[in-house]
């Protein structure tokens, strides 16, 4: 019976619920939108770092963990290559560049990685193959930089830096594509860790020791991360360790990122169960005589409250499918650059808290129905 | 003719700051199978209030009310919507329809409520609303039929259970002259042909030419019965005169047809 009558004044006001449901759709593009870019952000700050080949990252002592802030000499890799346990270790060096695009294209700005060829950091490629000397003039670059290039295997890429107070251009060659693997927000560019030394913005003349900011360890058993991150920095002198979901949680900003905007997230579905629930609440309001009708001809309560129950439902679910649709589409047509990331495990909760927006508005009218008097409702005198 | 409906000195009080108002006082009446009853009297005299007493809509302070031998006044509030959905048929001033059911959905939704629609209850709704006139306007929507005719829906809606007690409150209230009358003659004849119980309460004397009785109450007591329709005829429909009108709230009760 509730059925019966939800889906009959469904069909009847189909114009006025279709509205509502496009309301929440709005209201889900503007979530899941909020969400991907949640990703996106998040995963254009620590994309590397998340999948990099490693299980413990080391910094320089009191760096508060920041890539940028540490400071390591090549001489402390024995140091923690020699510890019981520790498989591998990899030097890693940050700094930013600029890409030089022929055809007077914008130039690209990126983060300049140097690693060591065939040590934890250096990033799988999935065209072209790794690096096979630490001074190549080479580059593998990211899927990312690969979109918005359209440079491919083969092809010669020209790396604009400031070196003291002029701009010098190095010619490298592409060997590889990997797939994504931003760092700080940039498309990647990965070279060997002596041409990364060469290459670099710097101040001064060239040093004759490379600086690396980190080094990602690679242990035999990852289930002695914990015990490893204790025991590097008391073996070790001079140094702090942490594990990989640490390490980019402390990437500057991202915690900050994050959090705001899992808070317009949480706003949007408040402002989603007032505006759905303000909704509805309108409706019953108009509906009171026809409730009343209805339970004065003998109506059960739970008929009442399961229709409007239903009806909010269905409402919710149309709005959410459109709203998620229509997100899709716009998504595809998304230019690579904007960073717009949908996860399966992301999209699905917030589709999920989208679904539940509408149960939770209109709870109040299925109250409002239970309490509604026939002869109130009515105009028969007491 | 057994009674459909008793009751025994039913009483309704209501407590206000200085005291109580005796809605209904004492009021014992008895209406059989196949009788169309009005309950008639001015604005506050309780007719409203004792309909949704028989209604089973509102409890009342003192008394009994039997339906077909039930006893209203022992019943929770789920017996009380239950026997009412079953035993009870009501057609209201307004909002009588459901607005986004056709003309034959609301009169099924009876049936419906009771889980008892098939087939021959969807025939049996397109005759009532056959014999009502309404053949041609069973696909259409509240919004599409007159007052008249939304009327009479609804006369269909509250036979079709067949009920033991069927019930209007002012069904022409909204209504023209004319049209009143024939929803009105039609719902008597509706009520002796298939033998329910019927009251109806109306401000309109000269309605009371198509009921078997004419029960006046004032301050919450029955004043007067004419149950003869002759009488009925000579005391009650030839004194209606324009006062009587509905929409006005005013009851001549200085009309000699109505005398104590």
């Not at chain 1, 469904?10 to 929440?24: A, D, E, H, K, Q």
């Not at chain 1, 490379?210 to 035999?220: C, D, E, H, R």
């Not at chain 2, 005796?22 to 309780?46: I, M, Q, R, W």
Request: net charge neutral; aromatic share 6%.
């Amino acid at each position: 019976m509730a059925i019966y009558l939800s889906l009959k004044e469904l069909w009847r006001g189909r114009g006025r619920f279709l509205l509502i449901s496009l309301v929440i759709a709005l209201i889900t593009l503007l979530v899941l939108f909020v969400a991907g870019l949640a990703e996106g952000l998040g995963s254009g700050n620590i994309e590397y770092l998340s999948k990099i080949n490693a299980d413990v990252i080391v910094y320089q002592e009191n760096s508060q963990l920041a890539i940028g802030a540490s400071r390591l000499d090549r001489s402390k890799l024995p140091d923690v290559a020699r510890l019981d346990g520790v498989e591998a270790v990899g030097p890693l060096a940050f700094s930013s560049a600029t890409i030089v695009l022929p055809d007077g294209r914008k130039p690209l700005d990126i983060s300049l990685v140097g690693v060591e060829p065939g040590k934890p950091g250096e990033v799988p490629v999935r065209e072209g193959r790794a690096f096979v000397s630490r001074r190549a003039n080479e580059a593998v670059i990211d899927r990312n930089t690969a979109l918005r290039t359209g440079l491919q295997v083969g092809d010669s890429v020209t790396l604009k830096a400031v070196q003291g107070t002029n701009e010098e251009f190095y010619p490298l060659t592409v060997v590889g594509i990997s797939d994504g693997q931003q760092y700080s927000l940039r498309p990647s560019v990965f070279v060997p860790d002596l041409t990364w030394d060469k290459v670099r913005p710097r101040s001064g003349a060239l040093s004759s020791d490379i600086t690396y900011n980190v080094f990602a360890v690679k242990l035999a058993d990852a289930a002695r991360t914990k015990e490893f991150v204790q025991s590097i920095p008391q073996n070790v002198a001079r140094v702090e360790a942490t594990d990989l979901a640490t390490a980019y949680k402390k990437t500057p900003g991202y915690t900050e990122q994050q959090a705001t905007l899992e808070t317009q997230r949480i706003f949007t579905l408040i402002i989603g169960v007032l505006v759905v629930g303000g909704f509805f609440q309108i409706q019953m309001l108009q509906k009171v005589p026809q409730i009343g009708m209805l339970k004065a001809i003998g109506a059960r309560n739970r008929t009442v409250a399961g229709a409007v129950i239903l009806q909010v439902t269905l409402v919710t679910c149309i709005g959410v499918a459109i709203g998620t649709a229509l997100t899709l589409l716009l998504a595809a047509n998304f230019p690579v650059s904007v960073p717009i990331v949908f996860r399966a495990n992301s999209t699905a909760i917030a589709i999920a808290s989208l679904l539940l927006i509408g149960p939770i508005g209109g709870l109040v009218s299925v109250r409002y129905s239970l309490r509604i008097e026939p002869l109130k409702a009515l105009g028969l005198g007491g | 003719m057994t009674n459909a409906l008793e009751t025994q000195d039913v009483t309704k009080t209501y407590k206000i700051d200085h005291g109580v108002i005796h809605a209904v006082d004492g009021v014992s009446l008895s209406v059989k199978a196949g009788e169309f009853v009005a309950l008639v009297g001015p604005s506050g005299s309780g007719k409203t209030t004792m309909l949704a007493m028989l209604a089973a809509l509102l409890r009342p302070t003192s008394g009994g009310i039997f339906i077909d031998g039930h006893d209203l006044t022992t019943m929770d509030e789920g017996a009380r919507a239950k026997f009412r959905r079953e035993k009870i048929g009501f057609t209201f001033q307004a909002n009588n329809l459901v607005p986004y059911l056709t003309a034959q959905e609301n009169v099924e939704l009876m049936l419906r409520l009771n889980d008892r629609l098939d087939r021959k209850g969807k025939d049996r709704a397109k005759e009532l609303l056959d014999r009502l006139g309404l053949g041609e306007r069973m696909k259409n929507l509240p919004s599409q039929l007159s007052g008249g005719q939304q009327q009479r829906v609804a006369i269909a809606r509250a036979l079709i259970h067949n009920p033991s007690l069927v019930l209007a409150d002012e069904p022409t209230a909204s209504l023209d002259t004319e049209r009143a009358f024939q929803v009105v003659e039609t719902f008597a004849n509706l009520i002796h042909e298939q033998n329910r119980a019927g009251i109806m309460v109306t401000h309109d004397l000269r309605l009371t030419q198509y009921v078997d009785r004419v029960i006046q109450m004032r301050d919450g007591q029955v004043a007067s019965i004419v149950d003869n329709h002759t009488e009925i005829e000579e005391r009650v429909v030839k004194h209606a005169d324009d006062h009587h009108l509905e929409g006005l709230k005013v009851l001549p009760m200085r009309s000699p047809a109505l005398a104590m």
